[in-house]
């Protein structure tokens, strides 16, 4: 049974850090696409970042450039997302996905798995 199981979120003040991870497990994710997206309220998910789980295609959505990393660390088998700078526009649930995405990795249809969600809330 295949599982991506995100933490890392949490409340925290604009300007402030916070790191996601993302724990991956039942299969080889070596082929895949990992990404992760967010949902606001009463907003549609949108792309955040993506990588290769072997490393490399590295994309970030606009509005994270410059504040946001994605990396991922094979031992673990879990990739993370760096996220410094918070803003509250940042404000939202953050899932992560990986799937073998044969088109652009900004699409969510392109991934299989899914994780659960976790919240992230930057104050003003």
């Known amino acids: 049974q295949v599982q991506l199981v995100e933490s890392g979120g949490g409340l925290v003040q604009a300007g402030g850090s916070l790191r996601l991870s993302c724990v991956a497990s039942g299969r080889t994710f070596s082929s895949y696409v990992m990404g992760w997206f967010r949902q606001a309220p009463g907003k549609e998910r949108e792309f955040v970042a993506s990588?290769?789980?072997?490393?490399?295609?590295?994309y970030y959505a606009d509005s994270v450039k410059g504040r946001f990393t994605i990396s991922r660390d094979n031992a673990k088998n879990t990739v993370y997302l760096q996220m410094n700078s918070l803003k509250p526009e940042d404000t939202a649930v953050y899932y992560c996905a990986g799937g073998l995405v044969l088109g652009s990795p900004e699409y969510p249809k392109g991934y299989d798995y899914w994780g659960q969600g976790t919240q992230v809330t930057v104050s003003s």
């Open positions: 990588m290769r789980w072997s490393g490399g295609n590295i």
